[in-house]
Nanobody, 124 residues
Framework: QVQLAESGGGLVQAGDSLRLSCTTS????????MGWFRQAPGKGREFVVA????????DSAHSVKGRFTISRDNAKQTVYLQMNSLKPEDTAVYYC?????????????????WGQGTQVTVSS
């Protein structure tokens, strides 16, 4: 079992940057692949980006390539999402997720643990 807590969301203008953090507690952080998802009002939970246990980026959504960067600090048990050049369409609740299995997918239903989410709002 692992507990996840996101922070760093807020209201920004288009073109600005934000860094989200997801701190964890419980079982060994390094045993989990970590990912970020987002959910806009009226839409399903969308995969953003994921990182392996060793820190290799597994995949990222086409819509964020070149703008969003995921990283992890196993010593601090924290995963980060650096978001640059934000657009109004990035507005969503952003969720951190952890996966203990060997197979990492972009399907939200396959991930094991979730945080409560942090709101990111980008104004035009």
């Amino acid at each position: 079992q692992v507990q996840l807590a996101e922070s760093g969301g807020g209201l920004v203008q288009a073109g600005d940057s934000l860094r989200l953090s997801c701190t964890t507690s419980g079982r060994t952080f390094s045993s989990y692949a970590m990912g970020w998802f987002r959910q806009a009002p009226g839409k399903g939970r969308e995969f953003v980006v994921a990182i392996s246990r060793s820190g290799v980026v597994i995949d990222s959504a086409h819509s964020v390539k070149g703008r969003f960067t995921i990283s992890r600090d196993n010593a601090k048990q924290t995963v980060y999402l650096q978001m640059n050049s934000l657009k109004p369409e990035d507005t969503a609740v952003y969720y951190c997720a952890a996966e203990s299995g060997a197979v990492i997918t972009i399907e939200a239903r396959s991930w094991d643990f979730w945080g409560q989410g942090t709101q990111v709002t980008v104004s035009s």
